[in-house]
């Protein structure tokens, strides 16, 4: 199976707790005014990777990293890759946390089942569109209504 991405960041330590490894997924339907990642909306963008390949990408920094932060575009416009990608960690890597962000509410993202799935192999969610008019300087997100929710507790 391939998953559509803008782009990966192999370390990171601005998105998520930790170093990171970064998916930014291809797609995203919510096109919030002063998004940091515009060029991640087209849903056509960006180019297509073997789940696997990727996979083993992940695997050569997992002894480096503290989890695999998966962000957007809207993870949750691929949730068939992505819950692929995910299973694949989880049976891999089992020791690497997994962050979503997702521009869904938990409230909305709950109501649909193949969200409820991804959900629940994943540790923390970011969730909510960023809002320009609330922007902030907070950890992991870009404006006041957007929240950490850890999803194991």
Same mark, same amino acid.
């Not at 540790?123 to 569109?129: C, F, R, S």
């Given at each position: 199976?391939?998953?559509?991405? *803008?782009?990966?960041? /192999? ?10 490894? &970064?998916?930014?997924?291809? +797609?995203? !339907? ?16 960006g180019?297509?990777?073997?789940? *696997?390949?990727?996979? /083993? ?10 989890? &695999?932060?998966?962000?957007? +575009?809207? !993870?949750?416009l ?9 299973r ?18 938990l409230?909305k993202?709950q ?43």
């Amino acid at each position: 199976m391939k998953i559509r991405l *803008a782009g990966v960041t /192999e370390e990171s330590c601005v998105d998520g707790p930790g170093l990171r490894f &970064v998916v930014f997924v291809q +797609g995203c !339907p919510h096109a919030c005014p002063g998004c940091h990642n515009p060029e991640t909306w087209n849903t056509n963008g960006g180019s297509l990777m073997e789940i *696997a390949d990727l996979v /083993e990408q992940i695997g050569r920094k997992a002894s480096l990293i503290d989890g &695999v932060t998966i962000s957007g +575009g809207e !993870p949750f416009l691929q949730i068939e890759p992505c819950l692929e990608l995910i299973r694949s960690i989880r049976d891999k890597y089992p020791q690497l946390s997994i962050m979503i962000y997702s521009g869904y509410t938990l409230e909305k993202l709950q109501a649909t089942h193949p969200a409820c799935e991804m959900l629940a192999l994943c540790d923390i969610l970011v969730d909510g569109p960023f809002i320009q008019e609330q922007k902030a300087e907070l950890p992991f997100r870009g404006s006041a209504n957007q929240r950490i929710i850890e999803l194991k507790k």
